[in-house]
């Protein structure tokens, strides 16, 4: 696996986004039944997620349907709260782990995201469980050396996706002239069909919520910088105050005048489905849409295509799902139980069969999975490797956050281009 080496350090630790109080309630999932009375410290596990509804959902039932079997003794306790890339849950999960009441266990996403957590002292090294399940050989040595800070690992990884995906509705490509097969090796090129669309009197892009645009905003930094000096946004070899930067946002201002009118009532699910239903041309998600398409009776190829964002073609901008060990966990052998299975390699087929993600691991075979993600393998283990903004990779919590702020004054016109840029590098802490 080729990786672009500078975020080596930006992609260290695991990282973290989200989690709910929904499990307090007692309510299980997946046949695990409901926790044990006072139950031993590997009696029950209460995992906190984000995967609260489709594919999403159904692949953490999977995950589950496996847990059961490997672990029978241990009851899933299902903590999951609705809310795009756990937007919903991070203050819940903050409150918590402040309060010394910390979840067994919680969903996190690889990367620089979880060093505040990992400063405050509030994860477990799970170094050692690398060793006794096998994981050092079952993981690419790249990806360990990513999740690995001072030394130490603090976080299993279920899955890995790729945010820099593009997502068209054929038909709507078909009826305006446009080749739905047409690649584009620029955004130019890109915007230069979306004006036809637009002139046609179709949505040419759907986009949604703030973190949806911060998405959005990330594959436009890295196809006008490019691999190295997006990467560099993040360790500081990039100016953020450069022209270069005010040129990806000036094309980032014109891919948004192409958007539609209501996108900050929406979360991701409903901006994919006006595509799915022909109400958009474009969509630009990352790779866990394609369930959405999918299990709506939509083949890859005929009704939907899916490429890397104009400009992005050989770089895989890299997200994970993994999950920790808090310090404090109540359960401690059961969430070591559940980190067993979401590392294993019939939870990771499970899991990313139904969720639409590859696996961490390097022995799953292809045959098991979709044709997009026989693609998506094949593009992780030769492509060049940077990390995702909206999704945790490359910068820390706090930093995400000032450049949602910054992102949603910007696209709502309460700032202009200029003011933009200066609160982008103001949130990156190089103004």
């Known amino acids: 696996m080729r990786v672009n080496r500078k975020i080596g350090m930006m992609v260290a630790g695991a990282a973290v986004t989200a989690f709910t109080l929904s499990a307090c309630s007692g309510n299980s999932n997946g046949g695990g039944g409901g926790g044990s009375e006072g139950g031993s410290s590997d009696s029950e596990v209460e995992v906190f997620t984000w995967w609260a509804a489709g594919s999403e959902k159904a692949g953490l039932d999977a995950l589950v349907g496996v847990f059961d079997q490997q672990h029978p003794d241990t009851d899933f306790i299902n903590g999951a709260v609705a809310g795009g890339a756990g937007s919903a849950a991070k203050d819940l999960l903050q409150s918590r782990l402040q309060a010394n009441d910390p979840p067994d266990t919680f969903q996190a996403h690889a990367g620089a995201e979880l060093l505040d957590y990992i400063n405050a002292g509030q994860l477990q090294d799970v170094s050692s469980l690398y060793d006794e399940f096998d994981l050092r050989e079952a993981f690419p040595a790249d990806l360990v050396d990513l999740l690995t800070h001072e030394g130490k690992i603090y976080s299993i990884p279920s899955n890995i996706h790729r945010a820099n995906m593009m997502w068209s509705n054929a038909s709507v490509l078909e009826e305006n002239g446009i080749d739905p097969e047409k690649t584009y090796n620029s955004l130019d090129e890109w915007f230069a069909d979306m004006d036809t669309l637009q002139d046609a009197g179709v949505t040419p892009l759907s986009v949604a919520t703030a973190w949806t645009q911060v998405h959005l905003l990330e594959t436009i930094l890295l196809s006008d910088l ?152 094949e593009s992780f283990a030769q492509d060049t490797i940077v990390s995702s903004l909206a999704h945790g990779a490359a910068a820390p919590v706090a930093t995400l956050n000032a450049i949602t702020d910054a992102t949603s004054k910007f696209t709502s016109g309460a700032s202009d281009l200029a003011a933009f840029q200066s609160e982008l590098a103001s949130a990156v802490g190089t103004d």
């Open 226 to 377: 490019g691999s190295d000096a997006y990467t560099g946004l993040w360790d500081g070899t990039t100016d953020w105050e450069g022209a270069d930067v005010t040129a990806a946002l000036e094309d980032f201002e014109h891919a948004m005048s192409y958007t539609n009118s209501d996108r900050d009532g929406l979360d991701w699910p409903e901006a994919t489905q006006l595509v799915i239903d022909g109400n958009a041309a474009f969509n630009v998600m990352g790779d866990w849409a394609i369930a959405a398409f999918e299990e709506q009776g939509k083949t890859l190829g005929t009704d939907f295509n899916a490429a890397p964002v104009p400009g992005t073609d050989g770089v895989f901008d890299f997200l994970a799902d993994s999950f920790t060990l808090p310090v404090g966990a109540p359960h401690e052998a059961g969430a070591e139980a559940w980190l067993e299975t979401i590392s294993s390699a019939e939870g990771q087929t499970a899991f990313n069969a139904a969720k639409g993600s590859i696996p961490a691991r390097t022995d799953a075979d292809p045959a098991d999975f979709s044709e997009y993600q026989q693609t998506a393998i």
